[in-house]
Structure formats: C-alpha cells, structure tokens
Nanobody
Framework: QVQLVESGGRLVQAGGSLRLSCAAS????????MGWFRQAPGKEREFVAS????????YYLDSVKGRFTISRDNAKNTVYLQMNSLKPEDTAVYYC?????????????????WGQGTQVTVSS
C-alpha cells in the first residue's frame, strides 16, 4: 500500500514557475514507477509525465516537453514536477500516481495508487 500526498499548487501568473511535490508513504516507493496527471474542469484526466523507479527514464505529454521536468528523490520518498513557462491552459488539478508495473504508461487506469490532487491556477 502506498499513500500519496501532493503539495505546491497555487495561483501563478502566466510565464511563472511552480514545483509540485508528491510525498509517498511506505518503504517500497523506490520500486514504483510514478506519474503526474492533471484534470481541468469539464475535461478528462490527462497524462503529464512519468518516471521510472530509478529516475533514469522519463516521458512527457508533448505540450509540456521543454517546460516541465519530472524527477524523484527515493531517499525522501518524493517525486517532483518542476513547471516553467506556465500557460493558462496548464490550469488544472494535478495528481501524482504510482504504478507497480515497470512501464512508463500514460493510461490512468494502469496506475495503482493516487493522491488527492493539488490545484494549479495560471492567470493570463
């Protein structure tokens, strides 16, 4: 069992930066692949980024490539999402998720554990 708690979301102006954190409980965090998703009002949950258990492999949504960076610190049981050059269309609730299967997957249904989400609002 893994419990995930996101933090770092807030209101920011377009062009600004934010770093989201996701703290995980449990001693097996380093064995999970992790992902970040987002959901805007009236839209489906959307994959943003994922990272392998060691951090050596990452994968991104095309629209965030070059702006967002996913990383992890297994010693701190934490995964991060550094978001730069934010745009109003990045406004959403951001969720982190953990998957036992060792695959960089973009499909929400394949993830086993989810956090409660953190709100990111980008003003124009």
């Amino acid at each position: 069992q893994v419990q995930l708690v996101e933090s770092g979301g807030r209101l920011v102006q377009a062009g600004g930066s934010l770093r989201l954190s996701c703290a995980a409980s449990g001693r097996t965090f380093s064995t999970y692949y992790m992902g970040w998703f987002r959901q805007a009002p009236g839209k489906e949950r959307e994959f943003v980024a994922s990272i392998s258990e060691s951090g050596g492999r990452t994968y991104y949504l095309d629209s965030v490539k070059g702006r967002f960076t996913i990383s992890r610190d297994n010693a701190k049981n934490t995964v991060y999402l550094q978001m730069n050059s934010l745009k109003p269309e990045d406004t959403a609730v951001y969720y982190c998720a953990a998957v036992r299967r060792r695959v960089l997957t973009t499909t929400p249904e394949r993830y086993d554990y989810w956090g409660q989400g953190t709100q990111v609002t980008v003003s124009s």
